[in-house]
T-cell receptor, first 112, second 113 residues
Framework: DVKVTQSSRYLVKRTGEKVFLECVQDMDHENMFWYRQDPGLGLRLIYFSYDVKMKEKGDIPEGYSVSREKKERFSLILESASTNQTSMYLC???????????FGPGTRLTVT | DQQVKQNSPSLSVQEGRISILNCDYTNSMFDYFLWYKKYPAEGPTFLISISSIKDKNEDGRFTVFLNKSAKHLSLHIVPSQPGDSAVYFCAASATGTASKLTFGTGTRLQVTL
């Protein structure tokens, strides 16, 4: 079974705080993705990475950065959290030969 | 610019009947399509997919139909069961985009007794 874990299920942060969301996989897959899910907007891609130290912007990268120092770990960073970043954050993985992405359980982030 | 659209935000179907969820896309480069199911407070789970070289793919109670000329796909669930109540997302990908998926906005399916 594919296992994708995310560091927290629920997180509450204050405006202006630096926030780290971590995603860890146990499948040695090359590709890792960060999405946010908001009602009526579906899943929107923030950043993705297809190898260690490689990253590419998705559709909504503003206000976010990422880090991938090891193959199994992909971190999403909110440099200065704002209330409009309150959302469900989802990490996903896939290997180079497949389109099917496997998702972690999500982190519900609330910024107050 | 929403390249993948699910125009019905919600759908209610009686148990045992057919559920039909629809999805339209605008990008003609998309050549692989997927459906995901999502329960509250969980990550989406992959349900079924279809390549653009096919027009139908079946897996148990789930069938996906693809109409390339209309840029339309649909997911049929027969028979619908209460456990199918969830939000369904369609997604699309294009060859050479590093498995990047573009998702629709989702349809909430409620299967009633």
């Amino acid at each position: 079974d594919v296992k994708v874990t995310q560091s927290s299920r629920y997180l509450v942060k204050r405006t202006g705080e630096k926030v780290f969301l971590e995603c860890v996989q146990d499948m040695d897959h090359e590709n890792m993705f960060w999405y946010r899910q908001d009602p009526g907007l579906g899943l929107r891609l923030i950043y993705f990475s297809y190898d260690v130290k490689m990253k590419e912007k998705g559709d909504i990268p503003e206000g976010y950065s990422v880090s991938r120092e090891k193959k199994e770990r992909f971190s999403l960073i909110l440099e200065s959290a704002s209330t409009n970043q309150t959302s469900m954050y989802l990490c996903a993985i896939t290997d180079r030969t497949s389109y099917e992405q496997y998702f972690g359980p999500g982190t519900r982030l609330t910024v107050t | 610019d929403q390249q993948v659209k699910q125009n019905s935000p919600s759908l209610s179907v009686q148990e045992g009947r057919i559920s039909i969820l629809n999805c339209d896309y605008t990008n003609s480069m998309f050549d692989y399509f997927l459906w995901y199911k999502k329960y509250p407070a969980e990550g989406p789970t992959f349900l079924i997919s279809i390549s653009s070289i096919k027009d139908k793919n079946e897996d148990g109670r789930f069938t996906v139909f693809l109409n390339k000329s209309a840029k339309h796909l649909s997911l049929h669930i027969v028979p619908s069961q209460p456990g199918d109540s969830a939000v369904y997302f369609c997604a699309a990908s294009a060859t050479g985009t590093a498995s990047k998926l573009t998702f629709g906005t989702g349809t909430r399916l409620q299967v009633t007794l």
